[in-house]
T-cell receptor, first 112, second 112 residues
Framework: KAGVTQTPRYLIKTRGQQVTLSCSPI?????VSWYQQTPGQGLQFLFE???????NKGNFPGRFSGRQFSNSRSEMNVSTLELGDSALYLC???????????FGQGTRLTVV | EDQVTQSPEALRLQEGESSSLNCSYT??????LFWYRQDPGKGPEFLFT???AGEEKEKERLKATLTKKESFLHITAPKPEDSATYLC?????????????FGGGTRLMVKP
């Protein structure tokens, strides 16, 4: 059974640009969550989607947005990139509510 | 606001030297307590879910336990390949979905 797939694995962007990251959940999983991981702040919740609806949103500025498609695949977008957005962005999928979350390998974003 | 605190931040053990990692949580209505292992540059790998105080789960050299305020990850006779960062996360009734609040992690180093 394939795991959670995130693309791309690595990205280098310039300050002010925008970026889109993609996540394909485990087959059959309907919940997709996104997290940002940095050495200073650890793992912080961005948002969660379930059946194409955003269920929860973390304390991040509006430059961070996401969406989920009918096949459960999800994308997150960051506009007007800042140096502080450099981080490992992790996607996790769950079968249903309050079940284990399985993480992808992440997308390493570097903003220069 | 849900909070999760892990201690110690780092732990060095000799191979075979058993120890425990601590995870303290303050969550409004705990729905689940999750343990993950994360290797450098990779996404977190799911280990255990605990749902109620008194519950215990084991997997090879690892055993997770849960009380009303804390969870412990006991490592028995660790091997160098157990070296990783161990993350604890909680899900509470304050959110409608699968949002996880993570602790800062414990970086475990096992020397041969």
């Amino acid at each position: 059974k394939a795991g959670v797939t995130q693309t791309p694995r690595y990205l280098i962007k310039t300050r002010g640009q925008q970026v889109t990251l993609s996540c394909s959940p485990i087959s059959g999983h309907r919940s997709v969550s996104w997290y940002q991981q940095t050495p200073g702040q650890g793992l912080q919740f961005l948002f969660e989607y379930f059946s194409e609806t955003q269920r929860n949103k973390g304390n991040f500025p509006g430059r961070f947005s996401g969406r989920q498609f009918s096949n459960s695949r999800s994308e997150m977008n960051v506009s007007t990139l800042e140096l502080g957005d450099s981080a490992l962005y992790l996607c996790a999928s769950s079968f249903f509510l309050n079940t284990e979350a399985f993480f992808g390998q992440g997308t390493r974003l570097t903003v220069v | 606001e849900d909070q999760v605190t892990q201690s110690p931040e780092a732990l060095r053990l000799q191979e075979g030297e058993s120890s425990s990692l601590n995870c303290s949580y303050t969550v409004s209505g705990l729905r689940g307590l999750f343990w993950y292992r994360q290797d450098p540059g990779k996404g977190p790998e799911f280990l255990f879910t605990l749902y109620s105080a008194g519950e215990e789960k084991e997997k090879e050299r690892l055993k997770a336990t849960l009380t009303k305020k804390e969870s412990f990850l006991h490592i028995t006779a660790p091997k160098p390949e157990d070296s990783a960062t161990y993350l604890c996360a909680a899900s509470g009734l304050s959110n409608a979905g699968n949002m996880l609040t993570f602790g800062g992690g414990t970086r475990l180093m096992v020397k041969p």
